[in-house]
Protein backbone atom coordinates (compact mmCIF):
# COMPACT_ATOMS: atom_id res chain seq x y z
CA UNK A 1 0.00 0.00 0.00
CA UNK A 2 3.09 2.40 1.04
CA UNK A 3 3.90 2.58 -3.02
CA UNK A 4 0.58 3.30 -4.24
CA UNK A 5 -0.02 5.68 -6.39
CA UNK A 6 -3.51 7.97 -7.14
CA UNK A 7 -4.46 11.06 -9.21
CA UNK A 8 -4.41 14.30 -7.42
CA UNK A 9 -5.32 18.33 -8.02
CA UNK A 10 -1.92 19.99 -6.96
CA UNK A 11 -2.06 23.47 -6.88
CA UNK A 12 1.90 24.82 -7.49
CA UNK A 13 3.36 28.18 -7.59
CA UNK A 14 5.74 29.01 -10.50
CA UNK A 15 8.72 30.78 -10.60
CA UNK A 16 6.95 34.18 -11.56
CA UNK A 17 4.66 33.55 -8.29
CA UNK A 18 1.94 32.32 -10.81
CA UNK A 19 -0.35 29.79 -9.22
CA UNK A 20 -1.10 26.66 -11.50
CA UNK A 21 -3.48 24.08 -11.43
CA UNK A 22 -2.02 20.48 -12.75
CA UNK A 23 -3.45 17.23 -12.40
CA UNK A 24 -0.22 14.93 -11.37
CA UNK A 25 0.47 11.24 -9.67
CA UNK A 26 1.16 11.06 -5.76
CA UNK A 27 2.38 8.70 -3.91
CA UNK A 28 0.03 7.38 -0.96
CA UNK A 29 3.53 7.52 1.05
CA UNK A 30 3.20 11.53 0.83
CA UNK A 31 0.13 11.74 2.21
CA UNK A 32 0.47 13.01 5.91
CA UNK A 33 0.13 10.95 8.98
CA UNK A 34 -3.17 9.87 10.28
CA UNK A 35 -5.07 6.77 11.41
CA UNK A 36 -7.53 6.45 8.61
CA UNK A 37 -6.36 5.76 4.94
CA UNK A 38 -9.92 6.73 2.98
CA UNK A 39 -10.32 6.00 -0.72
CA UNK A 40 -12.15 8.85 -2.25
CA UNK A 41 -15.62 8.36 -3.77
CA UNK A 42 -16.49 11.82 -4.83
CA UNK A 43 -15.93 15.35 -3.47
CA UNK A 44 -17.18 18.39 -3.86
CA UNK A 45 -16.67 22.34 -4.79
CA UNK A 46 -16.58 24.51 -2.24
CA UNK A 47 -15.95 28.35 -2.31
CA UNK A 48 -13.24 28.28 -0.06
CA UNK A 49 -11.41 24.97 -2.28
CA UNK A 50 -11.76 27.91 -4.88
CA UNK A 51 -9.90 30.35 -3.18
CA UNK A 52 -7.26 27.60 -2.18
CA UNK A 53 -7.39 26.74 -5.86
CA UNK A 54 -5.50 30.28 -6.69
CA UNK A 55 -3.34 30.20 -4.42
CA UNK A 56 -5.19 32.43 -1.59
CA UNK A 57 -2.74 31.98 1.27
CA UNK A 58 -5.70 33.50 4.20
CA UNK A 59 -6.63 29.58 3.31
CA UNK A 60 -3.97 27.57 2.71
CA UNK A 61 -0.74 28.92 3.98
CA UNK A 62 1.84 26.52 2.02
CA UNK A 63 2.25 24.96 -1.82
CA UNK A 64 2.37 22.80 -3.12
CA UNK A 65 -1.14 21.76 -2.14
CA UNK A 66 -4.06 19.62 -3.43
CA UNK A 67 -7.60 21.64 -2.17
CA UNK A 68 -10.65 20.16 -1.07
CA UNK A 69 -12.61 20.08 1.96
CA UNK A 70 -15.33 17.68 1.04
CA UNK A 71 -14.35 13.85 0.72
CA UNK A 72 -16.39 11.08 0.58
CA UNK A 73 -14.99 7.35 0.32
CA UNK A 74 -14.19 3.84 1.76
CA UNK A 75 -11.56 3.01 4.38
CA UNK A 76 -8.87 1.11 2.94
CA UNK A 77 -6.41 1.02 6.37
CA UNK A 78 -7.81 1.76 9.87
CA UNK A 79 -5.59 1.76 13.19
CA UNK A 80 -8.54 2.86 14.92
CA UNK A 81 -10.71 1.41 17.16
CA UNK A 82 -13.47 3.63 15.57
CA UNK A 83 -13.14 2.01 11.83
CA UNK A 84 -12.71 -0.67 9.96
CA UNK A 85 -11.80 -1.55 6.90
CA UNK A 86 -14.73 -1.33 4.23
CA UNK A 87 -16.69 1.47 6.33
CA UNK A 88 -18.22 3.84 4.15
CA UNK A 89 -17.39 7.47 5.59
CA UNK A 90 -17.77 11.39 4.96
CA UNK A 91 -15.01 14.07 6.15
CA UNK A 92 -15.95 17.71 6.33
CA UNK A 93 -14.39 20.73 7.88
CA UNK A 94 -11.21 20.20 10.51
CA UNK A 95 -8.05 21.12 7.99
CA UNK A 96 -8.96 19.23 5.21
CA UNK A 97 -8.72 20.52 2.30
CA UNK A 98 -6.44 24.25 3.81
CA UNK A 99 -3.66 22.99 5.08
CA UNK A 100 -3.80 19.19 4.57
CA UNK A 101 -4.20 17.30 1.41
CA UNK A 102 -7.65 17.10 0.40
CA UNK A 103 -10.51 15.61 -1.93
CA UNK A 104 -9.44 16.83 -5.12
CA UNK A 105 -7.17 13.47 -4.39
CA UNK A 106 -8.09 9.52 -4.92
CA UNK A 107 -6.93 9.17 -1.39
CA UNK A 108 -7.05 10.46 1.85
CA UNK A 109 -5.19 10.42 5.33
CA UNK A 110 -6.75 11.40 8.25
CA UNK A 111 -6.94 11.57 11.89
CA UNK A 112 -9.73 9.21 13.04
CA UNK A 113 -11.95 12.17 15.20
CA UNK A 114 -12.45 14.12 11.54
CA UNK A 115 -14.05 11.12 10.16
CA UNK A 116 -18.09 10.74 10.39
CA UNK A 117 -19.81 7.25 9.49
CA UNK A 118 -21.96 7.67 6.60
CA UNK A 119 -25.62 7.13 7.60
CA UNK A 120 -27.27 4.29 6.08
CA UNK A 121 -30.37 5.93 4.27
CA UNK A 122 -27.42 8.18 2.12
CA UNK A 123 -24.98 7.71 -0.64
CA UNK A 124 -21.56 8.40 -0.58
CA UNK A 125 -22.56 10.26 -3.99
CA UNK A 126 -25.42 12.47 -2.04
CA UNK A 127 -23.20 13.12 0.94
CA UNK A 128 -21.30 15.15 -1.32
CA UNK A 129 -24.06 16.92 -2.94
CA UNK A 130 -24.27 18.36 0.40
CA UNK A 131 -20.88 18.60 1.11
CA UNK A 132 -19.51 21.30 3.01
CA UNK A 133 -22.03 23.73 1.59
CA UNK A 134 -25.40 21.57 2.81
CA UNK A 135 -23.87 20.81 6.49
CA UNK A 136 -23.38 24.27 6.63
CA UNK A 137 -27.14 25.42 6.22
CA UNK A 138 -28.56 22.73 7.90
CA UNK A 139 -26.13 23.88 11.29
CA UNK A 140 -28.00 27.57 9.97
CA UNK A 141 -31.47 25.42 9.87
CA UNK A 142 -30.56 24.19 13.16
CA UNK A 143 -30.04 26.90 15.11
CA UNK A 144 -33.11 28.83 13.58
CA UNK A 145 -34.86 26.19 14.99
CA UNK A 146 -33.40 25.95 18.24
CA UNK A 147 -33.64 29.89 18.85
CA UNK A 148 -37.45 29.13 18.38
CA UNK A 149 -38.51 30.49 14.96
CA UNK A 150 -41.40 28.41 13.32
CA UNK A 151 -43.09 28.15 10.28
CA UNK A 152 -46.00 29.90 11.59
CA UNK A 153 -43.92 33.19 12.62
CA UNK A 154 -43.58 34.43 9.04
CA UNK A 155 -40.93 34.78 6.23
CA UNK A 156 -37.24 33.24 6.94
CA UNK A 157 -35.05 35.56 4.23
CA UNK A 158 -32.00 33.65 2.89
CA UNK A 159 -29.12 35.16 0.93
CA UNK A 160 -27.04 34.27 -1.63
CA UNK A 161 -29.63 32.12 -2.59
CA UNK A 162 -28.42 30.10 -5.64
CA UNK A 163 -25.33 29.34 -3.54
CA UNK A 164 -24.89 25.49 -2.35
CA UNK A 165 -25.07 26.91 0.98
CA UNK A 166 -28.29 28.74 0.56
CA UNK A 167 -30.04 26.80 -2.21
CA UNK A 168 -29.58 23.60 0.27
CA UNK A 169 -31.01 26.15 3.14
CA UNK A 170 -33.87 26.79 1.11
CA UNK A 171 -34.91 23.27 0.11
CA UNK A 172 -34.22 22.22 4.00
CA UNK A 173 -36.94 25.24 5.32
CA UNK A 174 -39.32 24.61 2.33
CA UNK A 175 -39.32 20.65 3.17
CA UNK A 176 -40.10 21.96 6.99
CA UNK A 177 -43.28 24.20 6.28
CA UNK A 178 -41.66 27.64 6.12
CA UNK A 179 -42.37 30.75 4.14
CA UNK A 180 -38.87 30.76 2.50
CA UNK A 181 -37.77 34.60 0.47
CA UNK A 182 -34.82 34.42 -1.90
CA UNK A 183 -32.41 37.23 -1.95
CA UNK A 184 -30.04 36.88 -5.11
CA UNK A 185 -28.06 39.16 -7.94
CA UNK A 186 -29.17 36.20 -10.51
CA UNK A 187 -32.40 37.01 -11.14
CA UNK A 188 -32.66 35.11 -14.14
CA UNK A 189 -32.26 31.92 -11.51
CA UNK A 190 -35.89 32.68 -10.61
CA UNK A 191 -37.54 29.65 -11.71
CA UNK A 192 -34.80 27.30 -10.23
CA UNK A 193 -35.50 28.88 -7.02
CA UNK A 194 -39.15 28.51 -7.17
CA UNK A 195 -38.50 24.63 -8.21
CA UNK A 196 -36.40 24.17 -5.15
CA UNK A 197 -38.89 25.55 -2.92
CA UNK A 198 -38.57 29.50 -3.05
CA UNK A 199 -42.58 31.28 -1.86
CA UNK A 200 -40.79 34.60 -3.38
CA UNK A 201 -36.90 35.85 -5.44
CA UNK A 202 -36.07 39.43 -4.28
CA UNK A 203 -33.19 41.48 -5.48
CA UNK A 204 -30.13 41.82 -2.83
CA UNK A 205 -30.08 45.11 -3.88
CA UNK A 206 -32.93 45.32 -1.64
CA UNK A 207 -30.63 44.06 0.75
CA UNK A 208 -28.57 46.93 0.54
CA UNK A 209 -29.77 50.04 2.93
CA UNK A 210 -28.00 53.28 3.28
CA UNK A 211 -30.34 55.04 5.05
CA UNK A 212 -28.42 55.41 8.07
CA UNK A 213 -31.14 54.43 9.99
CA UNK A 214 -30.64 51.40 13.03
CA UNK A 215 -33.88 49.75 12.10
CA UNK A 216 -36.05 49.23 9.43
CA UNK A 217 -39.24 47.82 9.65
CA UNK A 218 -39.11 44.46 10.64
CA UNK A 219 -40.23 41.77 8.11
CA UNK A 220 -38.50 38.72 8.94
CA UNK A 221 -38.90 35.88 11.78
CA UNK A 222 -35.72 34.64 10.51
CA UNK A 223 -33.09 34.72 8.11
CA UNK A 224 -30.19 32.97 6.56
CA UNK A 225 -26.91 34.99 5.39
CA UNK A 226 -24.49 33.50 3.47
CA UNK A 227 -22.76 37.00 2.31
CA UNK A 228 -21.95 38.96 5.18
CA UNK A 229 -20.96 42.95 4.35
CA UNK A 230 -24.32 45.30 4.33
CA UNK A 231 -26.61 42.88 3.19
CA UNK A 232 -25.97 41.48 6.58
CA UNK A 233 -26.40 44.90 8.14
CA UNK A 234 -29.66 45.35 6.32
CA UNK A 235 -31.22 41.86 7.22
CA UNK A 236 -30.85 41.95 10.92
CA UNK A 237 -32.29 46.24 10.82
CA UNK A 238 -35.13 44.25 9.01
CA UNK A 239 -35.84 41.15 11.73
CA UNK A 240 -38.99 41.15 13.04
CA UNK A 241 -39.34 41.13 17.36
CA UNK A 242 -38.15 37.66 18.53
CA UNK A 243 -36.11 36.91 15.35
CA UNK A 244 -32.62 35.33 14.91
CA UNK A 245 -30.23 36.01 11.96
CA UNK A 246 -27.37 33.02 11.21
CA UNK A 247 -24.28 34.72 9.21
CA UNK A 248 -21.91 32.26 7.41
CA UNK A 249 -19.97 33.57 4.83
CA UNK A 250 -18.15 36.88 3.67
CA UNK A 251 -18.56 36.67 -0.25
CA UNK A 252 -19.60 40.23 -0.05
CA UNK A 253 -17.39 41.28 2.60
CA UNK A 254 -16.31 40.03 6.54
CA UNK A 255 -16.99 43.38 7.76
CA UNK A 256 -21.12 44.47 8.71
CA UNK A 257 -21.90 47.49 10.86
CA UNK A 258 -25.00 47.48 13.59
CA UNK A 259 -26.17 49.30 16.44
CA UNK A 260 -27.27 47.61 19.45
CA UNK A 261 -31.10 48.61 19.07
CA UNK A 262 -32.59 45.78 16.92
CA UNK A 263 -30.64 43.50 19.70
CA UNK A 264 -32.12 45.40 22.46
CA UNK A 265 -35.32 47.06 21.33
CA UNK A 266 -36.35 43.77 19.38
CA UNK A 267 -34.79 41.03 20.85
CA UNK A 268 -32.63 40.20 17.62
CA UNK A 269 -30.38 37.38 18.02
CA UNK A 270 -27.60 36.51 15.85
CA UNK A 271 -25.71 33.85 15.58
CA UNK A 272 -22.29 32.57 13.74
CA UNK A 273 -22.28 29.61 12.12
CA UNK A 274 -18.78 27.15 11.68
CA UNK A 275 -18.44 24.20 10.07
CA UNK A 276 -14.79 23.66 10.45
CA UNK A 277 -14.73 22.88 14.17
CA UNK A 278 -18.37 21.74 14.80
CA UNK A 279 -18.36 19.05 17.59
CA UNK A 280 -18.75 15.89 16.75
CA UNK A 281 -21.75 15.08 18.91
CA UNK A 282 -23.57 17.78 16.64
CA UNK A 283 -21.83 16.66 13.44
CA UNK A 284 -23.45 13.52 13.74
CA UNK A 285 -27.07 14.77 14.61
CA UNK A 286 -26.85 17.06 11.28
CA UNK A 287 -25.99 14.51 9.16
CA UNK A 288 -28.93 12.38 10.86
CA UNK A 289 -31.22 15.29 9.81
CA UNK A 290 -29.63 15.50 5.80
CA UNK A 291 -30.56 11.60 5.39
CA UNK A 292 -33.55 11.42 7.01
CA UNK A 293 -36.46 14.21 8.17
CA UNK A 294 -34.27 17.05 6.21
CA UNK A 295 -33.76 15.07 2.78
CA UNK A 296 -35.35 16.68 -0.04
CA UNK A 297 -36.58 14.93 -3.23
CA UNK A 298 -34.63 17.58 -5.25
CA UNK A 299 -31.71 16.67 -3.89
CA UNK A 300 -30.25 15.59 -7.22
CA UNK A 301 -31.39 19.22 -9.10
CA UNK A 302 -28.69 21.00 -10.33
CA UNK A 303 -26.47 19.43 -9.65
CA UNK A 304 -23.03 19.13 -12.32
CA UNK A 305 -21.11 15.79 -11.64
CA UNK A 306 -17.25 16.03 -13.01
CA UNK A 307 -14.38 14.37 -13.20
CA UNK A 308 -10.83 15.70 -11.73
CA UNK A 309 -9.48 16.39 -15.26
CA UNK A 310 -12.66 18.71 -15.82
CA UNK A 311 -12.46 20.47 -12.50
CA UNK A 312 -10.84 23.61 -13.21
CA UNK A 313 -13.44 24.84 -15.69
CA UNK A 314 -15.94 24.91 -12.48
CA UNK A 315 -13.21 26.01 -10.41
CA UNK A 316 -13.06 29.25 -12.77
CA UNK A 317 -17.04 29.60 -13.11
CA UNK A 318 -16.76 29.92 -9.22
CA UNK A 319 -14.30 32.68 -8.66
CA UNK A 320 -16.09 34.87 -11.47
CA UNK A 321 -19.41 34.11 -10.20
CA UNK A 322 -21.27 32.21 -13.04
CA UNK A 323 -21.60 29.26 -10.72
CA UNK A 324 -24.98 27.72 -9.77
CA UNK A 325 -26.39 24.76 -7.75
CA UNK A 326 -23.61 22.27 -6.87
CA UNK A 327 -20.39 20.72 -8.31
CA UNK A 328 -19.16 17.28 -7.09
CA UNK A 329 -16.04 15.62 -8.30
CA UNK A 330 -16.30 11.61 -9.00
CA UNK A 331 -13.03 9.89 -8.53
CA UNK A 332 -12.36 6.34 -10.36
Known amino acids: MKSKVFKAMEIIENDASIFERKIITKNIADLPDGEILIKVSFSSLNYKDALSSSGNRGVTKNYPHTPGI ?28 MNTAGGFGEYIRVPADWVVSLPESLSLRESMIYGTAGFTAAISVHKLIGSGVNPEDGEVLVTGATGGVGSTAISILSKLGYEVIAATGKLEEKEFLQSIG ?23 AGVIDTVGGNTLTTAIKSTKYGGSVTCCGNVSSPEFSSSIFPFILRGVSLFGIDSVQCPMKLRKEIWSNLATAWKFDH ?5 HEVTLDELSDRIDMMLSG ?6 IIKHG
Open 70 to 97: DAAGIVEESSSDLFNEGDKVIVTGHDLG
Open 322 to 327: KHVGRT
Open 299 to 303: LDHNV
Open 198 to 220: AKDIIDRKELDDASGRAMLKGRW
